[in-house]
């Protein structure tokens, strides 16, 4: 299954450049969903780990499912304030802002093997906090696994240089900002960019369009 068609590209959200990947479309879809969690749960055999950790929200979506067939505990790494207990807080800087997550005490006990699964791998800074709420609760990243890599962004090469092991499922080969595929041309020949991306930047150019069409009245429902 081409679990890529599944992803919905959506330009210039949550800011103008940024083409954000929204899975959405694919978790919606009862067998795409069940196949994402069949190779994660492929991807995991080789790893000895004590519990499965999420970071919000969107990584609780896969990693439940994945908690609840392998029979393994499940944490959830919060935002700030979500938790109610005593906490660990990690401040880290996103692709366009900052953030606190944040995970209870006594969640992890000292020499437990944590799996990080998560969405989407940007930057890795999201991921890297995570690590560090692992670290100091005494514990240790078995593996991070991620259902997409923006791979533009280097966030899985940024944890493999500070030594920590990534996996990867089989819609890692996405793109996420407009600049790029306004370059496509230099960096990618167009007949290599497969279908979905093709759309993706048709999306893209049409956006970008938008303005001059309107300004001279034109449509593009001819296109």
């Known amino acids: 299954m081409n679990l890529k068609k599944f992803i919905r590209s959506i330009p210039d959200y949550p800011k103008k450049g940024i083409l954000f990947r929204d899975i959405t479309t694919l978790i919606e879809n009862e067998n795409a969903f069940k196949e994402t ?3 994660i749960i492929d991807r995991t055999k080789k790893y000895n780990f004590d519990k499965i950790a999420a970071i919000e929200s969107r990584g609780f979506v896969f ?3 994945v908690s609840y067939l392998l029979k393994k505990p499940f944490i959830m790494f919060r935002k700030k304030n979500k938790l109610p207990g005593e906490v660990y807080s ?5 692709e366009y802002g900052s953030a606190t997550i944040e995970v209870h005490k006594d969640s992890i006990s000292d020499s437990e093997k944590i799996l990080i699964i998560d969405d989407l791998i940007a930057t890795g ?3 890297k906090a995570a690590a560090e709420l692992v670290e100091i609760s005494g514990g240790e990243v078995s593996c991070f696994l991620f259902v997409i890599n923006l791979f533009d962004l280097n966030g ?3 944890l493999i240089k500070k030594g ?3 996996k990867l499922g089989k819609l890692s080969e996405l793109r996420t900002d407009v600049q790029t595929f306004s370059n496509c041309s230099k960096e990618t020949p167009i007949e290599n960019l497969d279908k979905e991306d093709k759309v993706a930047l048709v999306l893209v150019l049409l956006k970008q369009l938008q303005p001059y069409l309107s300004a001279n009245n034109l449509s593009t429902a001819p296109i």
């Open 125 to 127: 800074g999201t991921a």
């Open 156 to 158: 899985c090469e940024n």
């Open 63 to 65: 990693a439940s499912a």
């Open 164 to 166: 920590y092991k990534v």
């Open 90 to 94: 990690i401040d880290f800087e996103l």
């Open 37 to 39: 969690i069949d190779q």
